[in-house]
């Protein structure tokens, strides 16, 4: 696969931090509100942008939550994930979803949203959290400190109500996520920027990602680097000079620093294993039989495997994305084959690209909604288009209980 870099200039980040807090109901139960938002642009275009909001809640625990901030003349929104956003003239209300409505006390929530502008497209000058203004930065930095209340004439405490308990839930034990995949999936600072490297964003803390994916391989080359040669044997599959594995595969399975039991390792292959010629070449059993050999290898170390089919490239006709991947029904099959979970990202990739509207496009990959999404080809990604695939991956771990999704913010 030929990388190309992207000529798209993405604004530098802006960011505006707000943080306050103010006074709750006037009952001894009322919580106090109190809260520091991040507003980042991460990427804009004539008439669009995106952006990212994240949510640090500085007073009580919530169990859910609202962030409502204002438009500017010319600005809307047109997609967001992570929150359900509605906009009623300039008004902006973004309330949590099904799976991250808790969020503890100095907890932090995140979510992002595509918008389009005209004239200017300037940051929110301020905030609201569950209904109180997050007015004005501090004047110094914020500390996890309660505030020396004043005196008042509220009524003592209702005795009746419990006091909270510490839970007994053990929290989750630090664990790596293991990545192996081609260039759609891994790490770098400039296009094409793989999905793999914004993926750490939606994990807790407890997460270390250790991306082993590399650009222009299938999934024979990346567990036999230097070892498959030109010539196809009999069965029409490259042959390989030497059974010994990559230094990457080699790396994972060792005793020592590699794998260990609670890890999990997420494989996606099959962009480049199409290729008619050696040395990427790799038939569709030579496929299954591969991603046998890895899932059975993490297992037997106590690593639960993922497999993800191929992400999507941008293929239109007329108005409409289309799946445009091979290897999609080897992967499921695998997947059942060998008792491991399966996200079916071509699937997903391809159903957000119809949500985003890329579809139809004039081939110009450097401009508009999708020159901020995709390099200069149909197949990579500028930062913002992968920090949504990555997305897709968190949604698909909770929306499938796949056990990964309890380290998810």
């Avoid at 209300?93 to 409505?101: F, M, P, R």
């Avoid at 290729?275 to 290898?297: E, I, Q, Y």
């Avoid at 084959?337 to 699937?347: R, S, T």
Wanted: charged residues 10%; contains cysteine.
């Amino acid at each position: 696969m030929k990388l190309r870099r992207s000529r798209l200039v993405v604004l530098a980040a802006t960011v505006l931090t707000v943080a306050a807090s103010g006074l709750g109901i006037a009952t001894a139960q009322a919580a106090t509100p109190a809260c520091g938002v991040e507003y980042r642009v991460t990427s804009q275009w004539t008439g669009g942008f995106g952006a990212d909001v994240v949510v640090t809640n500085l007073g009580d625990a919530v169990t859910n939550w609202a962030v409502g901030w204002s438009l500017a003349p010319g600005q809307g929104v047109t997609q967001a994930w992570n929150a359900a956003v509605t906009v009623t003239g300039t008004a902006v209300t973004a309330t949590n979803v099904s799976y991250n409505g808790a969020v503890g006390s100095g907890a932090s929530v995140s979510f992002g949203f595509t918008g389009s502008w005209s004239g200017s497209n300037p940051v929110p000058s301020s905030f609201s959290f569950n209904g109180t203004t997050c007015a004005g930065p501090p004047a110094a930095t914020p500390t996890a400190q309660t505030p020396t209340p004043t005196p008042t004439s509220t009524p003592c405490p209702d005795p009746s109500t419990p006091t909270p308990t510490p839970s007994t839930s053990p929290a989750p034990a630090p664990i790596r996520v293991w990545m192996a995949g081609d260039s759609t999936m891994m790490n770098a600072s400039s296009c094409p920027i793989g999905w793999g490297s914004q993926f750490a964003s939606y994990v807790t803390s407890d997460v270390t990602v250790q991306n082993s994916a590399v650009g222009g391989r299938s999934i024979q080359t990346w567990l036999y680097e230097g070892n498959v040669t030109s010539t196809k044997n009999s069965a029409g599959e490259c042959t390989l000079s030497s059974t010994a594995y990559s230094a990457r595969w080699s790396a994972m399975l060792n005793t020592n620093s590699g794998f260990k039991t609670g890890d999990y390792l997420i494989i996606q292959f099959g962009i480049n294993d199409g290729d008619s010629a050696c040395p990427r070449h790799v038939g569709t059993n030579r496929f299954k039989d591969l991603l046998s050999v890895m899932a059975t290898a993490a297992k037997a170390r106590g690593v639960k495997p993922i497999f993800v089919t191929p992400v999507a490239a941008i293929t239109c006709s007329g108005s409409t994305a289309v799946g445009n991947r091979g290897f999609v029904a080897e992967t499921t099959t695998a997947a059942a084959a060998n008792g491991v979970p399966v996200i079916d990202l071509h699937a997903k990739s391809v159903a957000l690209y119809n949500t985003l509207r890329l579809c139809p496009n004039d081939g110009n990959y450097s401009t508009g909604a999708v020159g901020a999404f995709f390099c200069n080809d149909h197949t990579h990604f500028e930062a913002a288009g992968a920090r949504q695939i990555a997305g897709l991956i968190a949604t698909a771990l909770r929306a499938q209980s796949i056990p990964l999704a309890a380290y998810l913010k």
